[in-house]
T-cell receptor, first 117, second 111 residues
Framework: DAMVIQNPRYQVTQFGKPVTLSCSQT?????MYWYQQKSSQAPKLLFH???????NEADTPDNFQSRRPNTSFCFLDIRSPGLGDAAMYLCATSTTGTGRSFYNEQYFGPGTRLTVT | QQQVKQSPQSLIVQKGGISIINCAYENTAFDYFPWYQQFPGKGPALLIAIRPDVSEKKEGRFTISFNKSAKQFSLHIMDSQPGDSATYFC??????????FGKGTRLSVIA
């Protein structure tokens, strides 16, 4: 089945120790997103790529970086995690299109739960 | 400025009852309105979506009602079941822009 895969599902890191989360997709979608979701909150968009075109949200901390080496893979790097960065990190994908029949369906992965100790 | 306002924040419904969650938007350029369902520890899953050229869309027990003039849309869950207990997010966007999410509604369906 075509899907969005995130690894690892659970990640524990120490305060200030860099960590990388990964996302892969078999949907061949050209758009990929990274969201941060804290408990009882909506997903908060951090970045997104239209193909290789990187788009950073204005309020995304500089501590967060992203890489997309190819269509299928995307990485989230947290350079110096703080306690406030503990959250669920969600990857999502979609396609681009136009016209009344186009639905901008966005598919989420299962998420990576990050704990910072 | 929150562009999509969702209510209620939480909802308790008896098994077999109707769950109704409402969203209001501000940006008249929005042309796609999905609802996502999220279970604890899981990613959000697309449940149902609507474009503004129709006023209602039904898929099984789930219905979206859309009121373009009022800039409102709602999710109705008929015959609510305990397995429907989850957090529901409405969202909206225009064209290929990222989705704007509501704050979510935690639904509990009790037997």
């Amino acid at each position: 089945d075509a899907m969005v895969i995130q690894n690892p599902r659970y990640q524990v890191t120490q305060f200030g120790k860099p960590v990388t989360l990964s996302c892969s997709q078999t949907l061949n979608h050209n758009v990929m997103y990274w969201y941060q979701q804290k408990s009882s909150q909506a997903p908060k968009l951090l970045f997104h790529y239209y193909d290789k075109d990187f788009n950073n949200e204005a309020d995304t901390p500089d501590n967060f970086q992203s890489r997309r080496p190819n269509t299928s893979f995307c990485f989230l790097d947290i350079r110096s995690p703080g306690l406030g960065d503990a959250a669920m990190y969600l990857c999502a994908t979609s396609t681009t299109g136009t016209g009344r029949s186009f639905y901008n369906e966005q598919y989420f992965g299962p998420g990576t739960r990050l704990t910072v100790t | 400025q929150q562009q999509v306002k969702q209510s209620p924040q939480s909802l308790i419904v008896q098994k077999g009852g109707i769950s109704i969650i409402n969203c209001a938007y501000e940006n008249t350029a929005f042309d796609y309105f999905p609802w996502y369902q999220q279970f604890p520890g899981k990613g959000p899953a697309l449940l149902i979506a609507i474009r503004p050229d129709v006023s209602e869309k039904k898929e099984g027990r789930f219905t979206i009602s859309f009121n373009k003039s009022a800039k409102q849309f709602s999710l109705h869950i008929m015959d609510s079941q305990p397995g429907d207990s989850a957090t529901y997010f409405c969202a909206a966007n225009s064209g290929n822009t990222p989705l704007v999410f509501g704050k979510g509604t935690r639904l509990s369906v009790i037997a």
